[in-house]
């Protein structure tokens, strides 16, 4: 592959890395699929999945107006091209990639009138192409940066207008905090490295707040610089119109402006394939507020991750009455639930929890950089891998305190981050469980099969259990049964779990979902929870499992060993093994646990004999959990934290 990193910035790398369908239209081994990619992003990337403005760098102009192919053929006409295919002479000059030629003279008349309507945003910022004339066009007289370093601060800059751009209402509280953003960092932008569009728009942010509307001065941009009206962009269309002229004929407007509220009101319908041509609206942010501290997050879900959430919420409500929760324009596809606090669109801070794994941290700051802008930054994020991928440095950068909570999570994130805090999770149970436990000895296993089932490991725990029963002696009304509740099962996706378990009566599949309170009462009344996992970033299940007395069988590795030792619970045996390609995302060159299955069979058989040494190492388990994962140590811990500034 070629360097791209001089090409591409960091976060727009980071985002390519981790979408497999982008990696698959763009493979950028080569130049011209660098270009592709960039008008990919110009043209649908910025306009309706992210806010990152690409500005380009001075190497990447370069790549732009002069790199070629071994033919002579510019690579920006070969990315052009492969994006059209279904024009006969755009795909055949794609297979040829020859500038002698018949198809390369009907592809060079066709962008000479189409490249604005088609490349509208790529437009603002290029409005030259190498070699050809476009009607109506000028240079760019823009100052680029050697590097995106250089340009960082314009890039902030127009990537929080993005965000602006895109809001119907811009008299919300939340469109006026932006707008009050754009105006404070003013001072930090030099106009002289953004596109002539843009620069008309920062002459303007120079006032708070704004005197018109985005759509009123990129009109007015339009009638100003006529030799890129916007009747010369949709002339084509509207001549080829009878109807249209007609219309025209019949209103006592300007061209521009009748042009402007057609394509508005019914144009980009009839032709879909330029709907990006008038910036797209999102949907407003309608609750706004202010307030000191901000825990931004999934708070209503039933998700791990949103438990992190409403308990980081909870705890800091102990301590200060100035918080509230704030959602995240990202979706989840675990079921909703209700929280008792409120939820807003979007809180300004002066400190921002942000509880996110750095997966997410990273598509939140791409969908909307203004939830880390100025605030202090707070990331909470679970991890379960020994070390994480070098292009989330990007997303680290904006974060000013790390909090990991477990004591494996420190040392990952401190390869990567210099200020990383211990915030180990409290274990949420309220209400008293004192179940009888089952009749029959049973072993449960618990996982959300959304998650990679390699990692959890179920396998282990079915086929050390089927060990057990063969080679020990029952009797028949002794036998213990292992029990595994795996929440989102699929009988097709998880046929290897059914072929496993089909011929053992002792195994039990429990798939319907539970609530938390059940799900609690399953473990109180089990008589050992079982965890051959090959990696946890702390291990929610086994801390619930021994607050609730139930002994534990668990993995000797990770974020675990912080409360699992063999006074508290038993330890699995196993090695390090490589991560093998597809069993889990981000893990190149990553190693993780691979317990003994005889070892785990030997574990089990100790516990179900001698139970009551099993009862001992409980009771010392639920003591460490009552003094390092309540919900009074984890406030003691956050005071210190809050407490620091």
């Known amino acids: 592959m070629i360097e791209v990193k001089k090409y591409i910035p960091d976060f727009v790398c980071s985002i390519y890395k981790q979408r497999k369908d982008l990696q698959l239209l763009f493979p950028i081994k080569e130049e011209w699929e660098i270009l592709a990619f960039f008008l990919w992003w110009k043209e649908i990337g910025e306009v309706s999945e992210y806010n990152y403005f690409w500005l380009p760098s001075k190497e990447f102009k370069d790549l732009f107006f002069l790199s070629k192919n071994k033919n002579g053929l510019y690579n920006l006409f070969l990315a052009i091209s492969s994006r059209f295919k279904e024009l006969e002479f755009c795909n055949l000059l794609f297979a040829q990639r020859h500038p002698n030629s018949d198809n390369f003279k009907k592809f060079t008349h066709w962008i000479k009138v189409n490249y604005q309507l088609r490349f509208k945003f790529t437009y603002f910022i290029f409005q030259e192409l190498p070699g050809i004339k476009i009607l109506n066009s000028e240079s760019e007289n823009i100052i680029y940066g050697n590097n995106y370093l250089e340009i960082s601060e314009e890039i902030n800059f127009l990537s929080i207008f993005l965000e602006y751009s895109k809001l119907n209402d811009k008299e919300t509280k939340y469109a006026l905090y932006i707008n009050k953003i754009l105006y404070e960092n003013i001072s930090k932008v030099d106009p002289n490295k953004l596109p002539s569009l843009y620069r008309y728009f920062y002459d303007y942010l120079k006032n708070y707040p704004i005197s018109k509307s985005i759509d009123d001065i990129y009109f007015e941009f339009c009638n100003k610089k006529k030799s890129t009206n916007l009747s010369s962009f949709l002339l084509p269309i509207f001549h080829s119109r009878r109807d249209l002229i007609n ?128 605030n202090k930054i707070y990331a909470l994020m679970p991890w379960e891998l020994e070390s994480l991928p070098e292009n989330f440095q990007c997303i680290f950068n904006k974060i000013d305190v790390v909090l990991a909570p477990s004591k494996f999570l420190k040392q990952v ?104 309170k059940e799900y609690l009462t399953l473990l109180s009344m089990s008589h050992c929870y079982v965890s051959p996992h090959r990696s946890e970033g702390f291990g929610r299940n086994i801390a619930e499992s021994m607050f609730l007395g139930t002994p534990t069988i668990v993995s000797n590795y ?41 070892y785990l069979k030997i574990l089990m058989m100790e516990v179900y004999v001698n139970y009551e040494e099993a009862i001992s190492k409980s009771i010392n388990a639920k003591e460490i959990i009552m003094a390092n994962h309540s919900i009074n140590a984890y406030v003691k811990n956050l005071k210190i934290l809050l407490g620091q500034d």
């Not at 039933?302 to 959430?309: H, M």
């Not at 995240?328 to 675990?334: A, D, E, G, R, V």
């Open 247 to 374: 219309a025209f004929k019949q209103e006592k407007i300007s061209l521009d402006k009748f042009l402007f509220n057609w394509w508005n009101k019914s144009g980009y319908k009839e032709y879909p394939g330029f709907k990006e041509y008038i910036f797209v609206k999102s949907k407003d942010n309608k609750s706004f507020a202010n307030e000191k501290i901000a825990i931004t997050g999934f708070h209503n879900y039933q998700l791990g991750i949103s438990e992190d959430a409403r308990n980081l919420f909870k705890s800091i409500k102990k301590i200060t009455p100035y918080v509230k929760a704030s959602k995240i324009p990202l979706k989840s596809f675990n079921n909703e639930i209700e929280v008792n606090y409120e939820l807003y669109d979007f809180i300004n801070s002066k400190y921002n929890f942000i509880v996110l794994p750095p997966l997410e941290q990273l598509n939140l700051f791409m969908k909307n950089p203004t939830y880390f802008h100025k």
């Open 413 to 516: 994130f401190s390869k990567i981050h210099k200020d990383v805090k211990l915030l180990p999770h409290f274990v949420d149970i309220e209400d008293e469980m004192n179940e009888e436990k089952f009749d029959q000895f049973t072993f449960v296993y618990s996982a959300d099969m959304n998650s990679y089932i390699e990692r959890k490991n179920p396998l282990c725990a079915i086929k050390a259990f089927k060990k057990l029963l063969k080679e020990f002696l029952f009797n028949s009304q002794k036998k213990p049964r292992l029990l595994l509740r795996l929440t989102h099962f699929s009988n097709t996706k998880h046929a290897e779990i059914i072929e496993e378990i089909e011929n053992c009566d002792h195994i039990f599949l429990l798939t319907e979902k539970l609530s938390k």
């Open 558 to 598: 990770s974020g675990n060993l912080d409360f699992c030792n063999n006074n508290t619970s038993y330890l699995i045996d196993g090695k390090l093994i490589k991560i093998k390609k597809g069993e889990y995302p981000l893990s190149d060159d990553c190693s993780w646990f691979d317990p003994d299955i005889n």
